[in-house]
């Protein structure tokens, strides 16, 4: 049998006037550029293959934005610029776990931006719709510390 070629590591996203989606198993190498023009992404990081423990996810959104689930126990660094839009962040602030990988994710908004949900461990192998109201949840206090 012929050895198994690794996945090409996602690299670019791009919705104009509609969407993309990238959610499940994935490699995630270096950095990630997405674009949402009059449309949005939704991208799912809770099982990428994140390789050398550091990833840069770059949004352009332009009247869109993007939805982005990333593990609460990941460093994650949000910076960037927003005219007429901006960022949410929703989920617990917990600190990263030691060893974790680091998201950096940097926006560039007009009129749009992105919601990031800080996904607790509960919401693992569940669909998008339960990861962002177990992360809601975990904002509000409700899910307990030691689940």
Known sequence: PAPALPKKPVRWMVAIMA???????????GRINAIAIMGGDEIDLREAEIEGGELTVNL????????????????LDVGGFSFMGGNTEIGSERLPRP????????TWNLMGGAT?????PEARGRGLKEARRLAKA????????SS
Do not use: C, Q
Not at 19 to 29: E, K, L, N, Q
Not at 116 to 120: A, D, M, S
Not at 138 to 145: D, I, K, P
């Open 19 to 29: 969407g993309s989606h990238r959610r499940g198993r994935f490699r995630a190498v």
């Open 60 to 75: 352009f959104a332009f009247m869109g934005g993007a939805n982005i689930y990333v593990p609460d126990s990941v460093e």
């Open 116 to 120: 990031i949900y800080r996904v607790p």
């Open 99 to 106: 060893g974790a990988p680091v998201i950096r994710l940097r």
């Open 138 to 145: 975990a904002r509000r206090g409700e899910l307990s510390a």
